[in-house]
């Protein structure tokens, strides 16, 4: 069978991909006892009188919701949350899979900002973090900002923030390869949408200079002008290009060392490549179809390409972040996954490529490398234990010995 007869027979024969395990037996009325009433009523009273307790009495410290309100699933939309379940499904099992944390699909039936950050407040006790997925970026920036000011546990938007810290850990290794500072890096991003604002702006915090980076959007280069009434835009475009250069992409890519697309498919030649910086570095991310494919962007003179495609060298996968860094945050109990620990988790990820073995084709792990989850956890651990937001520190060996107890070292 094909690729689609396959897919649907999985998660048919299944009834999707996700089931309840039980950590204890239930055999005998001693064991009943135990897990249920009336046993179960001694830690919900430790609990009742210190509410972190909650954290050592049930499995809330190893636990994930995966939410969405299905406005943006994959490349297909708005196909509504009954219809995103199957990804928030998958999205669970590579948590378990990859990270041995457990994860919740949660696909809301609103699409009401204030109404999905109310639903998502009132989910706090039951978890340690909120992973929030595939939300249409005319609102998922307002979610995710009204969540963190609410909560006192971790709020990630992977689709910004999982793709802007692996995004980065390429770039960081791509310019290692071609001799050029990261610090110096002429950068353009195309795609202002959710991802495209946000490895912008994890860019910045890694270190790459404001008059070096120039982000395009349907409308060319960014201005306050051409992107009124939507404050994030115009926020960026006021860092960013606080001349008030205008332009086309290919304007913007002339003497460029770096492109990042994450737009849509055959918007750039291999001319426009042509006119960037002596071994530019192009990540072409759209999907299903990159802004340039990468024997053309090779044929305008790129010398490292990255894709968003598992069949082309240098996947920019997101699977290679969001496992590891949300390992990293709940084995501290860290109330936040701040700048620093994303900024720890890219640099992680590129580290583990020593410097000699980085070839064009390779300059980011595979998102099979199990080394990969515990490199993450433990700089995220460190920096979140660093930033003041972890809110139970442990030495190195305990991190590491927890990452043992998990098969992951």
Avoid at 204 to 216: F, P
Avoid at 233 to 241: G, I, M, P, Y
Avoid at 244 to 263: E, H, M
């Amino acid at each position: 069978m094909g690729l689609r007869e396959d897919a649907l027979a999985l998660h048919k024969n299944n009834r999707g991909n996700l089931a309840v395990a039980s950590k204890v037996k239930v055999d005998t009325p001693q064991e009943l006892s135990l897990a249920y009433t009336p046993g179960v009523a001694e830690p919900c009273k430790e609990i009742a009188a210190r509410p972190e307790l909650s954290y050592e009495y049930t499995n809330r410290g190893n636990m994930v919701a995966v939410v969405s309100d299905g406005t943006a699933v994959l490349g297909l939309g708005d196909i509504g949350p009954e219809a995103g379940m199957p990804v928030m499904e998958g999205k669970a099992v590579l948590f378990k899979e990859f990270a041995d944390v457990d994860a919740v699909p949660i696909c809301l039936g609103t699409k009401d900002p204030a109404e999905i950050i109310q639903a998502v407040k009132w989910l706090e006790p039951s978890f340690g973090g909120i992973n929030l997925e595939d939300i249409a970026g005319t609102h998922c920036f307002e979610v995710e900002e009204g969540l963190k000011k609410i909560m006192d546990i971790p709020v990630f938007h992977d689709d910004q923030h999982g793709t802007a810290v692996v995004c980065c850990a390429g770039v960081i290794n791509a310019l290692k390869l071609v001799q050029k500072e990261f610090t110096r890096a002429r950068v353009v991003v195309n795609g202002d949408g959710a991802a495209g604002l946000a490895i912008s702006k994890f860019l910045l915090s890694a270190g790459i200079r404001l008059d070096h980076l120039t982000i395009c959007g349907i409308n060319g280069i960014l201005t306050p002008s051409n992107h009124a009434g939507h404050a994030t835009r115009e926020a960026l475009a006021k860092l960013t290009n606080p001349s008030g250069r205008t332009g086309t992409l290919a304007d913007a890519l002339k003497g460029a060392d770096v492109f990042i697309g994450v737009s849509v498919g055959n918007i750039v030649d291999r001319e426009m490549i042509a006119s960037m910086a002596p071994n530019p570095v192009v990540f072409a991310m759209a999907n299903p179809q990159p802004e340039i494919l990468p024997d053309e962007a090779k044929a305008g003179g790129a010398a490292v390409v990255g894709t968003g495609r598992s069949d082309y060298p240098n996947q920019i996968n997101n699977l290679l972040g969001f496992p590891g860094i949300f390992l990293g945050a709940l084995d501290v109990r860290a109330r936040d996954i701040n700048e620093a620990m994303k900024v720890a988790a890219a640099r992680a990820i590129a580290g583990l490529i020593p410097e000699d073995e980085l070839t064009p084709d390779y300059i980011i792990p595979k998102p099979f490398d199990r080394r990969v989850v515990p490199a993450v956890a433990l700089a995220v651990a460190q920096a979140a234990m660093e930033s003041g937001v972890a809110r139970e520190p442990k030495t190195r060996e305990q991190l590491e010995e927890g990452l043992r107890q998990r098969g992951l070292l």
